[in-house]
């Protein structure tokens, strides 16, 4: 069994910063893209950034520039630094891999989700 665990959300004054970690635990073969993506109310959950296993990134256009997507491979573990957050950046993010258990299964995984808020 995998699990997928977010700490570092939080409330936090338009222009600050906060980190995202994300850890995987269980039986884990080979994990390939870790992913933060967001919901905000009343919006569709949409993609944040990505990091492969080789370390290519991507950001979705609103926060490029702002937050930076990386992982620590030996610890199973993906990160989102946040900074000079806005407003608009309030939403629960959520953790995201496709992970694979066996060498012949890959599956969806999600972790719970931490709230961040961004106010003044």
């Known amino acids: 069994q995998v699990q997928l665990v977010e700490s570092g959300g939080g409330l936090v004054q338009p222009g600050g910063s906060l980190r995202l970690s994300c850890a995987a635990s269980g039986s884990i073969f080979s994990i390939n893209t870790m992913d933060w993506y967001r919901q905000a109310p009343g919006k569709q959950r949409e993609l944040v950034a990505a990091?492969?296993?080789?370390?290519?990134?991507n950001y979705a256009d609103s926060v490029k520039g702002r937050f930076t997507i990386s992982r620590d491979n030996a610890k199973n573990t993906v990160y989102l630094q946040m900074n000079s957050l806005k407003p608009e950046d309030t939403a629960v993010y959520y953790c995201?891999?496709?992970?694979?258990?066996?060498?012949?299964?890959?599956?969806?995984?999600w972790g719970q989700g931490t709230q961040v808020t961004v106010s003044s």
């Open positions: 995201h891999s496709t992970i694979r258990t066996w060498p012949w299964r890959s599956d969806d995984y």
């Open positions: 990091v492969t296993s080789g370390g290519s990134t």
